[in-house]
């Protein structure tokens, strides 16, 4: 029974080694060699280099859409978490446009999209986004290691690694830029991955995504 369970850790381990290289040399060079517009990125192209890999392991694996956290458990402290959690990033989202812009220019950087455009396609973005990394890499690296702090670490550091593509080949920002968004980026996914756990709901990643992404944009 032992012999099994190893043999299952290292096959999960394999497969999240293999789907993280996936994303960062398909999306990787998506992100070099186009540009096509939000709506067609966020609601065609990222769920399907994102998510379709996840069906194949999913059936792999012989798991569930539950593994994932797509469930209804847990509904309410999912929504609880990710609105505490939230209001903080929010905080630090408008610290931050305080700071860089000396002032309160929150129409600095939202964009041209009408705010219910950009809003639905923050949510888009957050499904595909965090299934796949707190859902899937964090929930599996968790479930291998035993450890939910060293999983929140490794995931939340493989999950800045694949924004350096966008503040490179998008934004073009500074090195100085990239390493605050990075940072920044990091501890959104070590936020995540924490309230990720206390629930096993995917809502509550989801909806604090939806929460850090608009003030994180000001940073831009």
């Not at 860089?100 to 986004?129: H, R």
Request: glycine share 8%; net charge positive.
């Amino acid at each position: 029974m032992s012999k099994q369970k190893d043999a299952s850790k290292v096959e999960i381990i394999k497969n999240v080694s293999v789907y993280v290289c996936f994303l960062f040399i398909v999306w990787g060079l998506y992100r070099s060699l186009l540009k096509l517009p939000d709506e067609v990125e966020e609601l065609f192209i990222k769920p399907f280099i994102w998510l379709a890999p996840l069906v194949f392991l999913l059936r792999k694996e012989r798991k569930g859409l539950a593994s994932l956290g797509i469930t209804g458990k847990n509904l309410f402290p999912a929504i609880y978490y990710s609105l505490g959690l939230g209001i903080l990033f929010a905080f630090e989202g408008f610290l931050i446009n305080f700071l860089k812009y000396k002032g309160g220019d929150f129409s600095a950087n939202i964009g041209s999209n009408p705010f219910v455009i950009g809003l639905g396609l923050s949510f888009a973005t957050a499904v595909s986004e965090e299934i796949s990394f707190r859902g899937y890499v964090f929930g599996r690296i968790k479930h291998v290691l035993g450890n939910e702090m060293t999983a929140n670490l490794l995931s939340s550091f493989i999950w800045a690694l694949i924004h350096i593509p966008i503040t490179v080949f998008w934004w073009k920002l500074s090195f100085s830029e990239t390493i605050g968004y990075l940072t920044l980026t990091s501890i959104f996914g070590v936020g995540s991955s924490f309230i990720f756990a206390r629930t096993s709901n995917i809502i509550s990643s989801i909806l604090l995504h939806v929460m850090w992404q608009w003030p994180i944009a000001l940073f831009r």
